[in-house]
T-cell receptor, first 119, second 114 residues
């Protein structure tokens, strides 16, 4: 079974600064997807960024980028120019890419990192 | 466009009671998944339904059941509630492109068991 570990329960950053959230995972599969989700106090999970395991190029979405190290099974999220609206719980998640869906396509989440942005 | 809607937003139940949570997916989405998020933890997979059939089940007891209706809405039922069932229950819908665009989640139902 796959596991996802987020070793930083809480992080803080000054507005306009850069912060990196860590995520490691354990899997024996070669093809999979990795996601970062943001959960603000509204509770809705919002997709921030995704990465396919077969792609060596790191994904980037505006101020958000990842550092994907497949051999090390590491998937960190970098937030540049942090904004007050970035404050939320951030979850790293894994999804398999084999089989016929169902449980195979479930998301496995880490425990989350609470990000605080200080003005 | 309406997103994934869940009802109710909050509810309080007593141990031993039964509860039904409801989810309406985004229009056109045929897949619905349910997750349980205990306070301080990441969400855990409970069920996935696609085209009204159960396609996956997580490590949850048989007290948990679900179904999907012809309009693709879904219900999650939990019988014989325990204090440990207190959690945020999230519903996620997909049109099969979740590997590209992720699942779309609702805002959840906060269940408190007393």
């Amino acid at each position: 079974a796959q596991t996802v570990t987020q070793s930083q329960p809480e992080m803080s950053v000054q507005e306009a600064e850069t912060v990196t959230l860590s995520c490691t995972y354990d899997t024996s599969e070669s093809d999979y997807y990795l996601f970062w989700y943001k959960q603000p106090p509204s509770r809705q999970m919002i997709l921030v960024i995704r990465q396919e395991a077969y792609k060596q190029q790191n994904a980037t979405e505006n101020r958000f980028s990842v550092n994907f190290q497949k051999a090390a099974k590491s998937f960190s999220l970098k937030i540049s120019d942090s904004q007050l609206g970035d404050a939320a719980m951030y979850f790293c998640a894994y999804r398999s890419d084999w089989g016929w869906g169902g449980s195979n396509y479930k998301l496995t989440f880490g425990k989350g990192t609470l990000l605080t942005v200080n003005p | 466009d309406a997103g994934v809607t869940q009802s109710p937003t909050h509810l309080i139940k007593t141990r031993g009671q039964q509860v039904t949570l409801r989810c309406s997916p985004i229009s056109g989405h045929k897949s619905v998944s349910w997750y349980q998020q205990v306070l301080g933890q990441g969400p855990q997979f409970i069920f996935q339904y696609y085209e009204k059939e159960e396609r996956g089940r997580g490590n949850f007891p048989d007290r948990f059941s679900a179904r999907q209706f012809p309009n693709y809405s879904s219900e999650l039922n939990v019988n014989a509630l325990l204090l440990g069932d207190s959690a945020l229950y999230l519903c996620a819908s997909s049109d099969g492109t979740e590997s590209l665009y992720g699942y779309t989640f609702g805002s959840g139902t906060r269940l408190t068991v007393v």
